[in-house]
DNA sequence: CTGAAAGCGCTTACAG
DNA sequence: CTGAAAGCGCTTACAG
């Protein structure tokens, strides 16, 4: 391939690049030394420079279409302006606003997000974010971190900012920033109990995940102040999170000898793979069972039938997650924080009174 | 508060924190030069180096739990192992597998990826890439590119290495990896028309994207080629491919005197909105009108009545474009690529024989 | 208010 | 095969 031909001094030939301007670019063309132009530029630094000076830099600055090399920057200053975000799996219909609200507020305060897909594997998790820490990121988001998980420990002993969403740390040792998941699994059986249900299965989120426990308790417990019967009050744990998961926890509990009237999905993942049971079983929602779900993915609403579940405010979440880090990067030795938020119950027509 | 009091040098105090050993903690441990360091650890260096000192510097290197420094790495070299993703919009549905893909093979390759959300103003674009410029990015991956889109003149001056998704540019001056709009929409035609349909909407997308006019152009030449009369062949634009947009598409369909029997969407949100306006008109599918939707994004197969889609193949399409990006950097002169996806009709139960 | 110097942590011609 | 030096593009004490 012509294109690809080396020329005499071994490095590949290739169509002139004007690289971009340095500082020292800047500098030359207005006579001053490059520590001038680096103090006019620096918001910090700037009171520093003669008015003039700074103005004849800012126009150089635009002619020259100057931008900062921001990797050179974060070499002398420790500070890479980069931010790592760890997901469990891209493709959960619940990242993307959670996704996009961390990026929103990250972006806004001149950070940037990496984003690592940590796939099934979760012991690779360490191994990321000890690449994320070689690339320099000034902090991390977790939206992975398991109950008594080992990168709780690495992440405190690397020193770095971290915030953990849509999760806790058994130990409470991070911020964190989550749903409250015992209101949501109240909001949902008092809808149910208020409905007339007296009998109340929950799919439960797998054990080794905070939400997996909280939102269990947060049944059990509403369950029983709702005055259901504890033989009425059925439990069946999900291996994950998935739609596949749900479906045959929901096989579980139908195929029980007294099944319940609903269901409590512990997130609307599960509560699809309970439709499929349903569908599997020739029983019909809501008039043989009723079902609700939890998160309010996107299109829930477009089910057949529309699902009734516990709203949380993920785009939120990802702001405020943001912002804790934020505010853990400019003071490390602040308190660790965790902000609660409020979910919300949205009631469609997947609950109906029981028919008996 | 007492965390936060500032030392006599002006420095926040802050608990001590062993920072990451460099290069030249690994050289001192074995005794060598920093450089003879640098050559083990580097694949392309590395056989210059004597085995056993080699062996010596990989024991340090683990003893130390050394990482080298990427960004300093980079710094040096030119290459910061950052690539830049610009999404028109995280949080729609058909982004996480794109997503997915890209990082699956970039990660592979050793390179992180930085996600932006471009939102709603496009005209942000330019800016945003300009931004990722300035953090060093080896290359980008657009998937926002609108027809005679400014910023495509714009990568191509700054001669860095570019790959579209799902897009293409009118001048196809880059290169892009996309799915087959036309056979995608043959396929939803020939299916429409063998189930004896003779008069046929299209749910057109935005015509400044690539996707809204080539689906375009295959609907109507595929309904023409199935031999419906002109006046049974009838296009609504949607502005921006929404769910809103889409019901708002519906309605005027609907409205029309002689309204069709069936519905093809540009997208799967599109075909959300045809639902809504449906149930809003009092209409059922597939009994009354038929719907095919574009994408098969996640979920439509639990929607009621479960969605006929033209099935894409989106996380290759994200291994696709990452590994276009790759070779790209690797011979910048090659020439510039276009990978065309086979999609794949998948019936479900939106579509019908026509009543009439 | 400004310049000159040092240095962040690497890599890579240059010698030997 | 290895060392010493230079330099990537910045920022920031240090002088003046």
Redesign the interface.
């Known amino acids: ?1 012509v ?2 031909s080396k020329t005499g001094n071994g490095r ?4 002139y ?1 004007p690289s ?1 301007p340095t500082i020292k670019d800047v500098a030359s063309r207005c006579g001053v030394h490059p520590s001038t132009v680096s103090r006019a530029l620096s918001p910090a630094m700037s009171h520093l420079v003669a008015a003039n000076v700074a103005k004849r830099i800012r126009a150089a600055v635009a002619a020259l279409r100057y ?6 920057a ?2 002398r200053t420790g500070r ?3 931010i790592g975000v760890l997901a469990p799996d ?4 619940g ?3 959670i ?2 609200g961390i ?2 507020t990250l ?1 806004g305060a001149g950070y ?6 940590v796939g099934p594997d979760r012991s690779r998790q360490r191994q990321l974010v ?7 990121v000034d902090g991390l988001v977790l939206l992975t971190v398991a109950l008594n998980d080992p990168v709780v420990g690495h992440c405190i002993a690397a ?1 770095i900012p971290v915030v953990l969403v849509n999760r806790t740390d058994a130990a409470r040792k991070l911020s964190a920033v989550a749903t409250d998941d015992e209101v949501g699994m109240r909001l949902a059986v008092e809808h149910l109990a208020g409905l007339g249900h007296v009998s109340i299965g929950h799919i439960a989120g797998p054990p080794h995940v905070s939400t997996g426990v909280l939102r269990r308790a947060g049944f059990e417990a509403s369950a029983a102040r709702a005055g259901l019967k504890p033989n009425n009050i059925m439990v069946e744990t999900a291996g994950a999170y998935t739609r596949e998961e749900g479906r045959l926890a929901a096989l579980r509990l139908l195929d029980r000898k007294r099944a319940p009237t609903a269901i409590v999905a512990a997130n609307d993942l599960l509560a ?1 793979g309970i ?1 499929d049971a349903l569908r599997e079983r020739g029983l019909h929602c809501p008039a043989d069972i009723s079902v609700v779900g939890h998160n309010d993915m ?2 829930v609403d ?4 529309p699902l009734t579940t516990v709203r949380i405010a993920q785009r939120q979440m990802g702001n405020q997650a943001a912002r804790l880090l934020l505010d853990e990067i400019a ?4 308190h660790r924080e965790r902000v609660v938020l409020e979910p919300k119950l949205i009631v469609r027509a997947s609950t109906a009174r029981p028919k008996r």
Chains 1, 2 share one sequence.
């Open positions: 391939m294109h690809n590949v030939a290739r169509p690049v971009r931008q900062p090399n921001v990797t050179a974060g070499l890479s302006g980069l891209i493709s959960d219909p990242f993307p606003p996704l996009s990026t929103e972006g940037a997000t990496i984003v690592v897909d000890d690449r994320l820490i070689a690339r320099g020193a699809l439709y996107p299109y477009m089910l057949s039938p003071d490390p030795a602040a």
